[in-house]
């Protein structure tokens, strides 16, 4: 599959997740006012379009995968309603539009994340094994239960209420990214890996893919934050750009990305879809 031919397809799988979403978040009460104000008001949708290629390169079904691409997206848009909180990152927009604390009051957004939180594990609870057996689905849904806790995205948000940039180094801000924002992403890679199919011996390398695309995807977040104006708190936010410089960081993130496509071609996974959502991480000026 040509370049063309993969974005199209990307683009045919988000439109598929925005129509899911969607549907889930149909109501007309105030609380789905906010739900779909955090959900449906823009986003790249890259968690449920590594799922869904996963799923695909190793045979499976869209239908089938669509539930968990979905669940993987609200996970994250819960995420980023309380990241925005004045009692953790305290931003006032998102996507160009004011956060949800600021539209809906701050009880209403955090309500709306708890609501998005439990929906996600609804959806997944009633999501279809398909033709895998009930096994697969209990490995896939854990996978993204264990990115989303303690181990994982929670543990990278305890990091970072925490961080100190005066004590940062190297090892203890990779760490920070891998859990808040990479374990997540690599849970989608694995879940959806799981659920088309993937033998056992290739999940390695997909949660290697996965790991690295994860790493590669914050570190261009960071490049894109570095410079911004953060209402007075420059400096106090955990970021590459801050610590490694421009130049380190990007370094870092070619070196990241690289890695996620060595992991491709040693699992044998001839995925243009997932070649391309690597390599579109390390198009930055």
């Not at 695309?213 to 420059?234: N, P, S, T």
Request: aromatic share 4%; proline share 3%.
């Amino acid at each position: 599959m040509d370049s063309a031919s993969a974005t199209a397809s990307l683009l045919e799988m988000k439109a598929a997740v925005e129509a899911g979403l969607d549907r889930l978040l149909e109501g007309e009460s105030r609380l789905n006012e906010a739900l779909r104000y955090a959900v449906l008001a823009g986003g790249k949708r890259f968690r449920p379009l590594l799922l869904l290629s996963a799923g695909e390169a190793f045979g499976g079904d869209r239908t089938t995968l669509l539930p968990y691409a979905c669940a993987v997206e609200l996970i994250h848009s819960y995420s980023l309603v309380h990241d925005d909180l004045p009692c953790m990152d305290d931003d006032a927009f998102r996507r160009g539009k004011p956060s949800c604390h600021r539209a809906f009051g701050e009880a209403g957004a955090l309500l709306a994340g708890d609501g998005l939180l439990t929906l996600a594990f609804e959806v997944l609870a009633g999501a279809p094994a398909g033709v895998a057996s009930a096994g697969r689905k209990d490995r896939a849904v854990q996978a993204i239960a264990e990115a989303a806790g303690i181990r994982g995205m929670i543990a990278g948000q305890w990091m970072d209420i925490a961080y100190d940039p005066g004590r940062a180094d190297e090892a203890s801000l990779l760490e920070l990214m891998v859990l808040k924002t990479g374990a997540l992403i690599q849970a989608s890679v694995r879940a959806g890996a799981i659920m088309g199919g993937a033998p056992d011996s290739s999940l390695p390398e997909v949660e290697g893919y996965g790991r690295a695309v994860g790493l590669a995807f914050q570190l261009r977040d960071d490049l894109l934050d570095a410079g911004k104006k953060l209402e007075g708190k420059e400096g106090t936010r955990p970021n590459a750009a801050a610590l490694f410089g421009r130049d380190g960081t990007k370094t870092r993130l070619r070196r990241a990305v690289g890695r996620a496509l060595e992991a491709l071609d040693a699992a044998g996974v001839r995925s243009a879809g997932l070649r391309a959502l690597a390599a579109g991480l390390g198009e930055i000026d």
